[in-house]
């Protein structure tokens, strides 16, 4: 792709996105969904004005690592120690559930397999891809509406995070039956040395930035130090300790999130975010599919892959929180916000096709619950909050894409 090209590419995808994401509010939506449908229709499976590149989708990983640093920074510290033991339990049904039924969705489509079959490991599989959440979407959703940093959003946002890397470690385990040279301890013993590291990392970093910050409060090196920090925190979490990059950044906004210019530094990271790789991360998910490509088999199964995918996430999250005291909406609430997939179902989706436990053909199925699920997701939480008075109209207040 040559730099013209690229030029045309992200001038077409910035209009869509706020084109569409406008549209979304007109209808009283969350913009991130306009943003995503903007994709879909200017991508492969409409206009094919845009296609998938190595370069967008490098943007795209830029801006989620940025939207999840953010979301770091805005994380209440307080509310955090008091939800870290509910939000470890929500997770641990989010992961249970899915993998229970995505297994049982392959079995009941293709019969049911032997254990220590290869049939059996695949259908092991599928239910281990349900397993990943995407909280990307949830916390611009929530940010949208004003409740990121309310104690049931710290709750959603935690769970989403010890979810991908009780994933991440579900995927280690399923390929080490098939791949005997994965080490199982040594995955779950690098998760614990990144967090290990992640803590006495992050206090003598907070304690440098609170020094910086009291002799330079908001000028702009605040923010670049700090955006340093995140991609830092981000390369170090998965090449060394092979912990997906989001955790990495999300962990380095925690670690500033109580340095009194930590406002300050959220809105600089919102300018780069809004005007560019925010809208190439949210398109890049219409982008990555192509609709016309889906045959009538790989349909069918990808709409019981979508409702089964929806369904166990909610019920196994919602009825979590709901016996861990979370009452009435609010544990559906939960239950909404986790279901959303993203790039970590990609990952483990490909990772599945390098060591063949994962045909090509599956990925549509992929993809399509990512698309449906990031679009449901954001619309059904503001119906969800607009039940509450004062809140159908707080999605007025934040906007990523304006």
Known sequence: MDTMDILRQLAIIIVAAKFMGLVARKLRAPQVAGAIVAGLIIGPSLLGWVGSSDFLSGMAEIGVIMLMFTAGLETNMQQLRRTGVKATLI?????????????????????????????????????????AT????????????????????TTIVSAAIIDDVIGIIVLTVVIGFKDPTTSIPGVILNTVLFFVFAGVVGYVTYMIFKKFDKRWPHTRRIPILSLALAFALAYIAEEFFGVADITGAYVAGIILSSLQDSTYISRKMDINSYMLFGPVFFCSIGLQTNIREVNSTILLFSLGFVIVGLLTKIAGCGLMAHILGIRGYDSLKVGVGMMTRGEVALIVAQRGMTVGMLDEAYFTSVILLIIVSSILTPIILKLLYAKETGVADASEQGDMIA
């Open 91 to 131: 997770a641990c049904m989010g992961v249970f559930v899915p993998l229970i039924g995505g297994t049982l969705l392959f079995m009941g489509f293709y019969g049911f397999a032997e254990p220590g079959s290869d049939a059996f490991y695949r259908a092991l599989f599928i239910g281990t891809v349900l397993t």
């Open 134 to 153: 995407s909280v990307s979407i949830t916390v611009q959703t929530l940010r949208e509406l004003g409740k990121l940093s309310s104690e049931l959003g």
